[in-house]
């Protein structure tokens, strides 16, 4: 079988064709980028642009050999715990939820809109950012704000990066050897987050309500006394969209180095300027502080796992965060670490450390089938 998984962003819309083999081989992969910008296209052309692709690189002979198509949707609120198959019911949730996640769930919609009209009677599957984390207890997804606004309103912690953190925490147990496990997934990218993975389930994630919360990011802020807000509208006359613009898009790495969202470019400019120094030492100090956290929170460490962008490859940030961590038993091998190998601990850590190329959309991919198998075979 055929699938097609479609990661539909606010500008831009990735594609990959898999065949649901044992390996779920990718057959091709692309993207198309600049949606939404002036005189530019919109997400069903886009998935037109993507599916014409295909077809001219003749990866397909026709739209038929698509035989089922999987979507990356950022929110599922607490209903979905799983993939759906998309039904009317499922669309009109994604809907409601976008009050959630304004600047995801829509684009996500728009793509799902565009495959129905584009590829028909072809089924479509939901992949849920959120569902993944929706094993988290009371304890952890909880604010300590009066009850009913969640009961009311929702606001709990949802956590995010779901896709991405089952992927690498499943990979990790089969390199472990064993199902009970005690694992922290890092994933670093331009968007970071933290998860605590005790047997193969989330119990805490470091992203909350919205992706905002938690570590500094490439331009979010991250942790941050809610007084600050207040704070910042009275000194500075700001309005609700301005807070926003400044938290999310002004802040992080960019807002406290002056340089960049990029960690790359703060790592050039490490030597001879203090503040990108600085902006990667907080990263790396809160990371390390998270998997602190979590490790109390499973009574435990087997493994650290890097992930992402900024997990897989920035070596010198794995150093740091695992500086802190001696107490646990983490060491890691400096030559190993440095060429990025998929273990990294030193033959004397009691802790494994990991470094795992996430795949969200082979994960897709992989969900996508499992509800379509069950559908077929209940």
Not at 341 to 356: D, E, H, M, Y
Request: glycine share 8%; aromatic share 8%.
């Amino acid at each position: 079988m055929k699938i097609l998984v479609i990661n539909a962003g606010s500008s831009s819309l990735k594609f990959q064709l898999f065949q649901s083999d044992k390996n779920f081989a990718c057959l091709y992969k692309g993207i198309v980028d600049r949606i939404g910008q002036k005189n530019s296209i919109n997400h069903t052309d886009a998935v037109k642009l993507a599916l014409q692709t295909l077809l001219r690189k003749k990866v397909i002979k026709n739209l038929g050999e698509i035989q089922a198509i999987g979507h990356r949707v950022v929110h599922g609120g607490e209903k979905y715990r799983n993939a759906a198959k998309l039904t009317r019911q499922v669309v009109a949730e994604i809907k409601r939820l976008c009050a959630l996640a304004p600047l995801h769930n829509p684009p996500n919609l728009a793509a799902i809109m565009a495959c129905t009209k584009a590829v028909k009677n072809v089924p479509q599957v939901a992949v849920f950012d959120t569902a993944f984390h929706q094993t988290l207890p009371e304890v952890a997804y909880l604010y300590t704000i009066p009850l009913q606004l969640y009961k009311k309103y929702g606001i709990r912690r949802y956590g995010f990066h779901g896709t991405s953190h089952h992927y690498v925490a499943r990979e990790t147990i089969k390199l472990l050897g064993k199902k009970n496990s005690k694992i922290v997934t890092c994933h670093l990218g331009n968007g970071s987050s933290v998860c605590a993975v005790l047997n193969g389930k989330s119990i805490d994630t470091s992203m909350g309500f919205t992706p905002l919360e938690g570590l500094p990011m490439g331009t979010r802020c991250g942790d941050l006394d809610p007084a600050i807000v207040y704070k910042l509208q009275e000194i500075l006359k700001l309005g609700t969209k301005e807070i926003d613009e400044l938290l999310n898009k002004k802040s992080g790495l960019k807002g406290l180095s002056g340089i960049s969202s990029d960690i790359r470019d703060l790592w050039k400019n490490y030597k001879k300027n203090r503040l990108a120094r600085l902006a990667l030492s907080i990263l790396a100090y809160r990371t390390a502080k998270y998997i602190g956290a979590y490790s109390a929170a499973m009574k435990g460490l087997d493994a650290i796992t890097f992930t992402a962008g900024i997990g897989e490859n920035a070596w010198y940030l794995r150093k740091e965060i695992c500086g802190y961590l001696p107490h646990f038993g983490v060491k890691i091998d400096a030559a190993k670490n440095r060429k990025n190998s998929t273990q990294i601990q030193a033959k004397k850590s009691r802790v494994k450390v990991f470094v795992i190329p996430t795949n969200e959309e082979k994960e897709i991919a992989m969900e996508t089938a499992l509800v379509l198998k069950k559908i077929n075979n209940p």
